[in-house]
């Protein structure tokens, strides 16, 4: 069966044909007022922390941030709320082994907790605004 064919507006008025199982309409919106990017690394502990390593809560307004697990990692690391994480994903999150890459749309940076199996593991993100 073919996709639906779905003609959309961008904020300038320009038509934009989207072919889809689903189409995520506040991805779109999100993504067309993105004016600034700032990107980061920060060292995971086998403790759950917020994605700023637990000094500063990282209270940042965003529209979505970019993360990705060191390619040099040698352990695991979830990415999650402070409830739904542990290092042996017993508590949900999502799983990032080196090298793999996950993105969110999220409002607020200090949403954002990790946590790896082994001590020492490297995140990169960008974050945007």
Not at 56 to 76: E, F, L, W
Request: charged share 20%; net charge negative; with cysteine.
């Amino acid at each position: 069966m073919p996709h639906p064919k779905v003609k959309i507006s961008d904020n300038s008025g320009n038509e934009v044909s989207v072919t889809s199982n689903r189409l995520d309409v506040n991805a779109i919106v999100a993504s067309e007022n993105i004016t600034d990017m700032t990107h980061g690394i920060v060292t995971v502990g086998t403790s759950a922390m917020q994605l700023d390593g637990g000094t500063d809560t990282y209270d940042v307004s965003c529209k979505r941030i970019d993360m990705q697990a060191n390619s040099a990692n040698t352990g695991d690391i979830y990415i999650g709320s402070s409830n739904a994480i542990q290092a042996d994903g017993d508590a949900g999150g999502i799983k990032l082994s080196a090298g793999d890459f996950y993105s969110m749309d999220i409002d607020n940076l200090d949403e954002i907790w990790i946590e790896a199996t082994t001590s020492g593991q490297k995140l990169n993100f960008i974050y945007f605004t």
